[in-house]
Structure formats: C-alpha cells, structure tokens
T-cell receptor, first 112, second 116 residues
Framework: KQEVTQIPAALSVPEGENLVLNCSFT??????LQWFRQDPGKGLTSLLL?????REQTSGRLNASLDKSSGRSTLYIAASQPGDSATYLC???????????FGQGTTLQVKP | DTGVSQDPRHKITKRGQNVTFRCDPI?????LYWYRQTLGQGPEFLTY????????KSRLLSDRFSAERPKGSFSTLEIQRTEQGDSAMYLC??????????????FGPGTRLLVL
C-alpha cells in the first residue's frame, strides 16, 4: 500500500528565507509526483509535476526534486514571500492506478 | 473561465438528508475524479471515471454514496442518509486522456459539506 508522508506539518519563516519541504513515499512504482498548493477553503493548484524518469523540475522560485530509489521528494522555495503562505501537498500516481495519493500537507506561514 | 467548476460551493444539511453535488470538468477532459478532504488532511480518492465509465471506487465509498457521469461530461456525487462523519470538502478533478507519467489533474474549488 502506498503511503505518502510530509514533514514538517507546519512551518513558519520570516520573509526572504529559503526553505525546503519534504515528502516521502513508500512504493517507488510511481508514474509521477506532483506538488500542489492549497489556499484556505479553496481547491488545489498544481505547482510542479516530476515524471518518474526525471530528477527535478523548476518553475520560477520553486524547484522540486525526486529521488525515486529512496522514496523522497523535496520542494525548495527561494526567497519566500508572504504570498507563499498556504498548504503545500505532494501526491503520487502509482503505476497501474490513476488516482492521486496525497500526503497530509505542510502548512507554511511566511511572516512579513 | 474554462476551469473545473463545482456546485454548490457550500452545503449545510441535517443528518439523514440526501445531498447531491455537481462537477463540470474542463471541456474535453476524459478523466474525472472525486476526492474527499477533511480538516488538516490531504484529499482521499473516492472514485474515477473515464468518459462515462466508472473504473475505480474506493472502499471509502460506502453504499450511501453514488456517483454518475451519464454522458461523459458533468458528474454528480450523491450522498444518501448523510451522517456527521460525511462533513468534509468534496473535490472534483479532471484530466485529459494521455500518458499517466505526464498527467496533471486540475481541481475544482470544492463543495464544503456540513452535516448537523
């Protein structure tokens, strides 16, 4: 059974700091891993998708890495801003399945 | 706006009542998913359609839950005889048919259900 874990559950940093969010998964047979952002009471917005054959993806100040063999992914946010405050969720799609399996999320607060 | 839409956005009901939610996916997206999210947790998969065919159902989907996608376009999720434990955010997502490794699911804003 695939399990996805995110550490830490919550994080508070001052504006301008670089930070890393962690995600681990138990079954390396995945199609891809995705990072999502969720604002309070809202739906999910896809940030980055890393295919199982890839090692990392970048979009603006965000960089996500994937180490399938160790079952780990990190989301690096450079020069954090108050607008980055949200919950960040990672999710994987297992091989032969289409559903996303989510971690419980990391709630980030960036203080001005 | 051509994103995924859900209706209603909020629903308050009394225990024992039936409720129905609607999801309109992005046009021409063949795949449609329903997830449920409780406070402080990540979304959990409920069910998946490819066109009008319901291909997978979670064990979370008890016999009080039923989902349809009659013409392969919009979908409905009905909960009969609601219980307080059904209180959650119900999320719908859609994606185009294609390689799973490249699949991005696009989420709607969700329907927040509160059962009193």
């Amino acid at each position: 059974k695939q399990e996805v874990t995110q550490i830490p559950a919550a994080l508070s940093v001052p504006e301008g700091e670089n930070l890393v969010l962690n995600c681990s998964f138990t079954d390396s047979a995945i199609y891809n891993l995705q990072w999502f952002r969720q604002d309070p009471g809202k739906g999910l917005t896809s940030l980055l998708l890393i295919q199982s054959s890839q090692r990392e993806q970048t979009s603006g100040r965000l960089n996500a890495s994937l180490d399938k063999s160790s079952g780990r992914s990190t989301l690096y946010i450079a020069a954090s801003q108050p607008g980055d405050s949200a919950t960040y969720l990672c999710a994987v799609i297992r091989v032969s399945r289409g559903k996303l399996i989510f971690g419980q999320g990391t709630t980030l607060q960036v203080k001005p | 706006d051509t994103g995924v839409s859900q209706d209603p956005r909020h629903k308050i009901t009394k225990r024992g009542q039936n409720v129905t939610f609607r999801c309109d996916p992005i046009s021409e997206h063949n795949r449609l998913y329903w997830y449920r999210q409780t406070l402080g947790q990540g979304p959990e998969f409920l069910t998946y359609f490819q066109n009008e065919a319901q291909l997978e159902k979670s064990r979370l989907l008890s016999d009080r839950f039923s989902a349809e996608r009659p013409k392969g376009s919009f979908s409905t999720l009905e909960i009969q005889r609601t219980e307080q434990g059904d209180s959650a955010m119900y999320l719908c997502a859609s994606s185009p048919l294609g390689e799973r490794s490249q699949e991005t699911q696009y989420f709607g804003p969700g329907t927040r259900l509160l059962v009193l």
